[in-house]
Nanobody
Framework: QVQLVESGGGSAQAGGSLRLACQVSGFSYTSYCMAWFRQAPGKEREGVAAIDSDGRTDYVASVKGRFTISRDNAKNTLYLQMNSLKPEDTGMYYC?????????????WGQGTQVTVS
């Protein structure tokens, strides 16, 4: 059974930092592109950052230079380091696997973790 479990969300002040983690189990995720998405109230879900099996990354323009996506294949864990947070970063953040970069058609999703920036 494929499972993606996010952790690390919470509240932060503008300018602060948070680190999200996504523990993956049930399949060999090392061969797949993985990504973080977010959804703010009343808005569509958007791709925030993605990383492929070779470690290449892509980011939505609004987070470039502030967020860093990484993966630890030995621990089956995906991370999102978020620095210089802004109130507009507020939303539910989802981990996703087996998809294509920042496009939303991923096969596996976590349950989400809330990030609130004030």
């Amino acid at each position: 059974q494929v499972q993606l479990v996010e952790s690390g969300g919470g509240s932060a002040q503008a300018g602060g930092s948070l680190r999200l983690a996504c523990q993956v189990s049930g399949f060999s995720y090392t061969s797949y592109c993985m990504a973080w998405f977010r959804q703010a109230p009343g808005k569509e879900r958007e791709g925030v950052a993605a990383i492929d099996s070779d470690g290449r990354t892509d980011y939505v323009a609004s987070v470039k230079g502030r967020f860093t996506i990484s993966r630890d294949n030995a621990k089956n864990t995906l991370y999102l380091q978020m620095n210089s947070l802004k109130p507009e970063d507020t939303g539910m953040y989802y981990c996703a696997s087996d998809g294509w970069w920042l496009l939303p058609e991923y096969n596996y999703w976590g349950q989400g973790t809330q990030v609130t920036v004030s």
